[in-house]
């Protein structure tokens, strides 16, 4: 309230002429105190020594800081290198301003001093002189200007601040100052916790002493160490050359494995050529093995002219002989199965001629069969024959009856001959007596078809056994070969006990 | 009084009278004493600082004494921490490089073991191949076989030798016949006389019978039945003989035979297409897959007839050549046929083994 008012006052008011003008040192604008009166007059008027000793005393104390102030600034330059850190930032910054305002406040502060002690002493007899003769008005404006001088000298020797200054300018510098301290504070927080921590390591400082113990302690372990070292390293030298050792022999071994499996290889060519060379040999044996026993069981007759039945028909090389109402054989089977028969009769009559009294002959002609009876007759034994007319196709029949009759005749003659048993001799399984063949004519002629044709079957399986005795009891082999057939001959009659057995159970069934 | 006045002069200079500004005493003095103490206040934390500054800078250089001594001993412990990392790392080497050794060691070890076992393996087995390739071309190879051979050709002949007994194939010799082959000449005869033809035509015999191909040829109505009869049975005959000498000798036929005495049959599985053509424009019952031909005559044709005796004596070719033999002409049945009998029944047949 005060300093707005004392602005008002300096912007409306005219300024007393009377009230001393001075210039900030700072800034450089006219200013004037007012209010410094009061204390004029009180310090002139009053008399009491005391006042003028604390007045002194208050110089004396300046003058002292004054000396402080002068030695910390000629300390600081010093500092700056040993610096660390923070401090040398607000450092810097406090010591540019206060160079300047000392470089300043140097020059001045020594005129001052000597100006000052000079002038209190002459300022004071001269007040007094001009106090004696000048009127009171006068010689308060004196004082006033006196006292402020004299104030301004104390206060800048003390701060290092050109006097005066105004108000703004010395609020800027108080802010200034304020921040300088709390800087330094900062500073000395710092510094005294770096202080207090190393403080602590302190305790943890190696000596001289056991430095070069634990170098001592090191430099011998470095020792065993190289020696260790040196150690495996000749132990890895023998290891190394183990390794070369076995590579070698493992080269040699891989040659020796190549040659082993080239062999191996060879071998198992070999083998596989061996194996298809016997598969195939026994191959070979396997089916000239099978053929010579499928060979062995056959026989030429009965491979040439294989009798059989067929229902109510008997068949010779699958040509059925005979006919029945419901299956009219034809003509050509029939005579087809006659000529196979008369061939195979005739050829087993003829092998035994002359022992054999061949007196009713066959001619075979294929499907025109003949057969001459002992007249020199000759009669037809194939068709087509009228069933009205069919007296010589049925004396032909009759005369093949016969001539089978006398075949087994002759048969019977020779095992006996052979003296073989009476109950094994050879017996037709159909009695034949004169044209009928177990009680069946086999004349066409006021017969029935399935009369004749069970006759003709019985005929058929009486020359089958007729046959199967021929087997068993020839060789059916050339003339030529007839010595070694009879030299065969107790062999073949062994033979026949087993064909015959089979002949007569093979029939039966 | 210079001094004075000129400090006075410097100090009360005035410039503008307007922007004079105008300060209380008290305010200054009040703003003044607050500087003073800031200035005070600075003094004294500057000393401190000083102070601190000092015992700091001691404590610091003892310290960094200490610290280098330290970081000396550090250096040396890691150098030696590193020498003793390099023989650890040169110990692991050297034990790995002895397992290592010692694996490699006991691999080729027992790999040598192994291979003297496969060796001495493979010694004996192919010792024992030898000996079994020795026999089998010994007793139980071929030896083996060619005995076995033996047998079979010699039981072929055997029963060949009995097909001949059945169906004997003769040269038909007479003291009649003999005088007139040698007056007059087969061809001339031929052409001359109907009376001789018969006696004359073929020497060769099967079972008796004559076998006329001619009279396939010149059908008349003077042609005797009785020859057609024996013509055919004959051709009967011969289709049965090659019928039983095929199935011992297991030789398929080109051309199967259907036998039927007198009335036989030969099959062409495979005609011509002209043969099929003619076949099928003449009798539009026969199978198209095959045709039948006749080994007699039927009707007037006599086309098929031959052609069937031509299919017959291919058969009979057929056969020669697989006995290695050779044929005797396309028109010589029986000829081809007794050679056939022949060949198989020496004794050629048995020794000529492949």
Redesign the interface.
């Known amino acids: 309230m005060k300093k707005g008012e004392n602005k008002g006052r300096t912007r409306t008011f005219p300024v007393d002429p009377n009230v001393p003008r001075w210039v900030c040192q700072n800034c450089r604008n006219p200013l004037c105190i007012v209010g410094a009166d009061s204390y004029a007059d009180k310090f002139f008027n009053d008399p009491s020594r005391y006042g003028m000793q604390g007045s002194s005393i208050h110089v004396a104390s300046s003058v002292l800081s004054t000396t402080k102030m002068d030695n910390s600034y000629v300390v600081l330059p010093k500092q700056k290198p040993q610096a660390q850190g923070n401090p040398p930032r607000p450092r810097g910054d406090a010591a540019a301003q206060p160079g300047k305002a000392m470089e300043e406040s140097f020059v001045v502060v020594y005129k001052s001093e000597s100006g000052t002690d000079g002038n209190a002493v002459h300022s004071s007899g001269t007040g007094a002189d001009s106090g004696g003769h000048l009127p009171p008005h006068n010689s308060g404006f004196n004082s006033t200007i006196t006292v402020l001088t004299r104030a301004f000298e104390i206060a800048t020797t003390q701060m290092q601040v050109e006097q005066p200054s105004c108000l703004d300018c010395m609020r800027i510098l108080s802010d200034k100052l304020d921040k300088e301290v709390e800087d330094v504070n900062r500073d000395i927080e710092a510094y005294e916790a770096c202080l207090k921590c190393l403080e602590g390591e302190a305790r943890d400082v190696l000596s001289e002493a056991d430095f070069l113990k634990e170098k001592l302690k090191i430099e011998e372990e470095e020792r065993r160490l190289e020696a260790a070292i040196e150690a495996t390293e000749r132990q890895n030298a023998e290891v190394n050359a183990e390794l070369r050792e076995l590579e070698l022999k493992s080269s040699r071994f891989k040659e020796l494995e190549e040659r082993y499996w080239h062999e191996f290889n060879n071998f198992q060519f070999q083998l596989i050529s061996h194996q298809e060379e016997r598969d195939a040999i026994l191959a070979k044996i396997e089916v000239s093995q099978a053929h010579l026993e499928l060979l062995k069981r056959t026989n030429v007759l009965n491979d040439a002219f294989p009798i059989s039945h067929d229902g109510e028909f008997g068949t010779i090389n699958n040509f059925r002989l005979g006919r029945l109402p419901k299956i009219p054989v034809e003509w050509d089977e029939i005579n087809a199965a006659w000529g196979q028969a008369c061939l195979l009769l005739h050829t087993m009559c003829q092998y035994f001629r002359p022992k054999f009294q061949y007196r009713i002959k066959i001619i075979p002609m294929g499907s025109y069969p003949r057969i001459t009876d002992t007249n020199n007759s000759t009669y037809e034994l194939f068709g087509p024959v009228n069933l009205f007319w069919s007296t010589r196709y049925d004396k032909a029949m009759t005369l093949f009856l016969a001539c089978l009759k006398d075949f087994a005749d002759f048969a019977k003659s020779k095992d006996q001959e052979n003296n073989i048993p009476p109950e094994k001799c050879f017996k037709l399984p159909y009695k034949i007596e004169n044209d009928k063949v177990e009680n069946y004519s086999i004349t066409q002629s006021f017969n029935k078809q399935e009369n004749w044709t069970k006759s003709l079957k019985y005929t058929l399986c009486n020359l089958k056994w007729a046959l199967y005795w021929f087997v068993g009891n020839t060789n059916f082999q050339p003339l030529s070969a007839m010595v070694s057939s009879h030299a065969e001959v107790p062999a073949v009659g062994s033979l026949y006990t087993k064909r015959g057995v089979d002949a007569k159970s093979e029939s039966r069934n | ?1 210079e ?2 006045s000129q ?2 002069s ?8 307007d ?10 003095q009040h ?2 004493a ?3 103490s ?6 004294e ?6 102070n ?2 000092h ?3 001691s ?2 250089q ?2 960094a004494e ?1 610290l280098g ?2 970081n ?2 550090e250096e ?2 890691q ?2 921490e590193s ?2 990392m ?2 650890e790392n ?2 692991i ?2 034990r790995l ?2 397992e ?2 010692s694996k ?2 006991e691999q ?1 070890s027992g ?2 073991q192994s ?1 003297l076992v ?2 001495g393996a ?1 010694s004996v ?2 010792r024992n ?1 030898q000996e ?2 020795r026999l ?1 071309s010994e007793e139980n ?2 030896v ?2 060619r005995k ?2 033996k ?2 050709r010699k ?2 002949q ?2 060949t ?6 169906y004997p194939v003769k040269i038909l010799v007479g003291p009649a016949q003999e005088q007139e082959l040698e007056a007059y000449p087969l061809g001339s005869l031929a052409g001359t006389s109907a009376g001789l033809k018969p006696i004359n035509q073929g020497s060769l015999t099967i ?1 008796g ?1 004559h076998l006329n191909v001619l009279s396939f040829r010149k059908m008349s109505f003077f042609t005797d039945k009785k020859e057609i ?2 013509s ?2 004959a051709l ?2 011969v289709a ?1 003989a090659v019928s ?1 000498i095929a ?2 000798l ?1 030789v398929p036929l080109r051309y199967p035979l259907r ?5 036989s049959y030969i099959i062409d599985n495979a005609p011509s297409t002209e043969l099929t053509s003619s076949e099928a424009s003449s009798n539009a019952n026969i199978n198209a897959k095959h045709v039948k031909f006749p080994l007699f005559l039927e009707g007037q044709d006599t086309t098929r007839a031959a052609y069937a005796v031509f299919l017959l004596n291919k058969d009979l070719e057929q056969l020669l050549n697989f006995i290695d033999a050779k044929t005797l002409g396309p028109r010589h049945v029986l000829a081809n046929l007794r050679e056939l009998l022949r060949t198989i029944q020496s004794s050629a047949f048995i020794d000529n083994l492949i």
């Open positions: 009084m001094p004075p400090i006075v410097l100090r009360t200079t005035t410039t503008d009278p922007h004079v500004k105008v300060i209380q005493w008290d305010d200054f703003d003044l607050r500087l003073a800031l200035s005070s206040a600075l003094h934390a500057n000393e401190k600082k000083r601190l500054q015992k700091l800078e404590l610091i003892v310290n200490s001594r330290l000396e001993l040396m412990r150098k030696l020498k003793k390099l023989m040169m110990s080497c050297s490089a002895k290592e050794a490699q060691e080729l790999a040598v291979l496969s060796g493979l087995t192919s191949l079994s390739s089998l190879g071929y083996h076989l076995l051979q047998m079979l039981r072929q055997y029963m030798s009995q097909i001949s007994m059945l079972h019978l009869q024996n055919a049975t009967g005959y049965h039983l199935s011992y297991q036998l039927g005495a007198s009335h």
